[in-house]
């Protein structure tokens, strides 16, 4: 059985040379391009957060990204410690 894909809209063909190209590059570079997709993902989940939570000030923000991403208990815990509130 062949390995699958890590992405559905990427032909095999494309992806050896996504591959080849990686492996090419140094450990600094694979580290700094994975930092900069893990921010920019951040950065957008923050961004729809925002969005679907528009009445919520920067502090609560960043708890309700705890909360979404990490889950409830650790966002009761930072609210807590940073707000002196609890979840509902």
Same mark, same amino acid.
């Given at each position: 059985m062949?390995?699958?894909p890590y992405t559905s809209d990427?032909?095999?063909e494309a992806a050896k040379i996504q591959l080849?190209?990686?492996r090419q590059m140094s450990p600094l570079d694979c580290s700094t391009k994975?930092? !900069?997709? /893990?921010n920019a993902i951040m950065a957008q989940s923050k961004a729809a957060i !925002?969005? /679907?939570f528009p009445d919520l000030d920067e502090l609560e923000?960043?708890?309700?990204f705890i909360e979404i991403h990490y889950g409830k208990a650790l966002a009761e815990g930072c609210r807590s410690k940073l707000l002196?509130?609890?979840i509902d």
């Open positions: 062949p390995p699958l990427t032909s095999p080849a190209l990686i994975a930092i !900069r997709l /893990s !925002r969005e /679907s923000l960043k708890v309700k002196g509130k609890h």
